[in-house]
């Protein structure tokens, strides 16, 4: 698990780079180089100005429909991480049974530690790398988006319901909703894990003080990008993970 989580922080901290966030402050436009502007950044940007054009100049509608549009091209991506991640789960308990049979830190008992759980994985048909590689697919989509709210220059002469979509939101209502679903929906996701561990407990936490601290410094736009996207992550959560989360509220109320 550890040795999973280093993975996906790592590519997701080369992807970062690689996909040029220097240049978040520099606008899109059609004379920008390289192929994450050219191909990524700059066509998502024509996108929401497609969609905004076509609602009376609404970007803030545009963002809306924008953010639905790639979560749904993602879906089957998230589906299969969640599924990969339901697998991973279910096989913990035996995993717990290895480490504890092969407990010794010699080489020989590692090696031996090793095998068996590479023999455990087959026989559940299970790839613990299974579900980063949906995440590594998403991961310059959600990126680009974001570049292209930050660089597409219209969207932050436009204002929509209460706020400016280049400013920050003066009631701070979109980065508070914004933290709430956020914790909602990683709720949701950790519904029904027996062997939660510290490590995703305190993440149910941090994650959602993260997203507030950045929305309340970023324009609005990009938080109305955040809302958006966790509430179709509820709404997904929850038809996916339902028997699950209905039977976490019933051990609850149990208790």
Not at 36 to 52: K, R
Not at 132 to 150: D, S, T
Request: net charge positive.
């Amino acid at each position: 698990m550890k040795r999973r989580i280093f993975l996906i922080a790592g590519l997701v901290g080369i992807l970062a780079l690689l996909t040029g966030c220097t240049e978040v402050n520099v606008p899109i436009t059609s004379e920008s180089e390289g192929f994450w502007n050219s191909y990524i950044v700059y066509p998502l940007s024509q996108l929401i100005t497609y969609f905004a054009e076509i609602t009376g100049d609404n970007y803030g509608f545009s963002i809306v429909i924008v953010t639905l549009i790639i979560r749904l091209a993602i879906l089957p991506l998230m589906i299969k991480q969640m599924k990969s991640s339901k697998a991973m789960q279910a096989i913990q308990p035996e995993m717990q049974k290895l480490r504890e049979k092969y407990s010794s830190k010699d080489q020989q008992t590692q090696q031996k530690l090793q095998q068996e759980t590479m023999a455990l994985f087959q026989q559940h048909g299970v790839n613990p790398l299974a579900g980063c590689f949906p995440l590594i697919i998403q991961m310059p989509i959600l990126i680009g988006f974001y570049h292209a709210i930050m660089r597409t220059e219209e969207i932050a002469q436009h204002n929509f319901l209460w706020f400016d979509l280049g400013e920050r939101d003066p009631y701070f209502i979109l980065p508070l909703v914004a933290g709430v679903t956020t914790f909602i929906q990683q709720k949701m996701m950790m519904a029904g894990n027996a062997n939660q561990n510290p490590q995703m407990a305190m993440m149910l936490w941090l994650m959602p003080i993260m997203i507030v601290v950045f929305a309340i410094s970023f324009p609005a736009a990009l938080s109305l990008y955040w809302v958006v996207g966790n509430l179709f992550m509820i709404v997904q959560t929850y038809f996916v993970k339902g028997p699950e989360l209905k039977a976490a509220k019933d051990g609850g109320n149990k208790k």
